[in-house]
């Protein structure tokens, strides 16, 4: 999915804005699928996907200050995951959150913390941003956002007995199986203020 996500991101509006409405769109599906008839869940999950996608759509803005606002927030969030992945396997150690997600470890959220920090800073000053505590901020906060976003989801389908939030994606699950940390992140990053 990154390429037409990153062909999105660039050109903005009208594709960027139909890209976060599709997506919300099959997020709020497969929550649906997966929480079934518990009215309070299906209403804050789908509260919460909205949400998060309004940020979405919000943060971008039109002009090249939104790009490169939501290019610092996904990539963030892209090696947070990525690191805290490579960490964790090749590290490995005591586990983060043994009865929500078994296969996450401590070395691993420190590593995907600093992967996301770290990248992060650097596309935000690639892209003509000034780096300051702020910046810096945003993007500890965004990286571990993330990560509790991913914790969040995986109780979630702990808690209703699925494997995966759906199957739109071929070998990877649903869209929400990959979006978690994003979601998250971009509540969290928006709360921050960097987006203004």
Do not use: N
């Not at 999950?45 to 039109?62: E, N, S």
């Not at 910046?135 to 989801?153: F, N």
């Amino acid at each position: 999915m990154l390429p037409p996500v990153v062909v999105a991101i660039y050109i903005g509006t009208p594709w960027y804005t139909a890209l976060v409405v599709l997506f919300a769109a099959a997020m709020i599906w497969e929550w649906f699928v997966m929480a079934r008839s518990q009215a309070l869940w299906l209403a804050v999950g789908a509260a919460y996907i909205l949400a998060a996608a309004y940020v979405l759509f919000l943060m971008r803005g039109d002009g090249a200050a939104g790009r490169s606002v939501i290019l610092f927030l996904f990539v963030v969030t892209w090696l947070t995951d990525t690191g805290a992945y490579l960490t964790g396997r090749a590290l490995g150690g005591p586990k983060l959150a043994p009865r929500i997600s078994p296969s996450k470890t401590i070395s691993g959220a420190i590593g995907g913390l600093l992967a996301g920090v770290g990248a992060g800073i650097l596309v935000w000053y690639l892209t003509g941003g000034a780096v300051d505590l702020r910046i810096a901020v945003a993007a500890v906060v965004g990286s571990v956002a993330c990560q509790v976003g991913d914790l969040l989801e995986s109780g979630a389908k702990r808690h209703f007995g699925v494997k995966d939030s759906g199957r739109l994606i071929p070998g990877h699950g649903g869209v929400l199986d990959r979006a978690d940390g994003l979601l998250a992140a971009a509540l969290a990053v928006a709360a921050t203020g960097i987006w203004r």
